[in-house]
């Protein structure tokens, strides 16, 4: 399965962004979705994930109460739904599938998508 992020751009501090996660050449139905970005020469880091079935989710401190994944199974689609965006949200985002539960580090994951900029301006 061959996996890509969409939905990033250039916005206000403040403002709302949706990240989409959209699979193909097969399925990620059942399987843990999670969300990462990466800041210009920074480390990967997780931002959360959900289960298969899109009940269950995780999130990195940093963003909880601001940050809600969710997914549609019968899409075959991931979403991030960004709130309250702050500057120190500017990063590249990646999906990734495959990681065991409560996975939080990039190797835990064996499917990536090519990532979307995420530009936020203060």
């Known amino acids: 399965v061959q996996l890509q992020a969409s939905g990033g751009g250039l916005v206000q501090a403040g403002d709302s962004l949706r990240l989409s996660c959209a699979a193909s050449?097969?399925?990620?139905?059942?399987?843990?979705v999670a969300w990462f970005r990466q800041a210009p020469g920074k480390e990967r880091e997780f931002v959360g994930a959900?289960?298969?079935?899109?009940?269950?989710?995780y999130y990195a401190d940093s963003i909880v109460g601001r940050f809600t994944i969710s997914r549609s199974n019968a899409e075959n689609a991931v979403y991030l739904l960004m709130n309250s965006l702050k500057a120190e949200d500017t990063a590249v985002y990646y999906c990734?599938?495959?990681?065991?539960?409560?996975?939080?580090?990039?190797?835990?994951?064996?499917?990536w998508g090519q990532g979307t900029l995420v530009t936020v301006s203060s």
């Open positions: 990734a599938a495959n990681g065991r539960w409560l996975a939080r580090r990039p190797d835990d994951f064996n499917a």
């Open positions: 050449g097969g399925t990620f139905r059942g399987s843990n």
């Open positions: 959900i289960n298969g079935s899109g009940v269950r989710k």
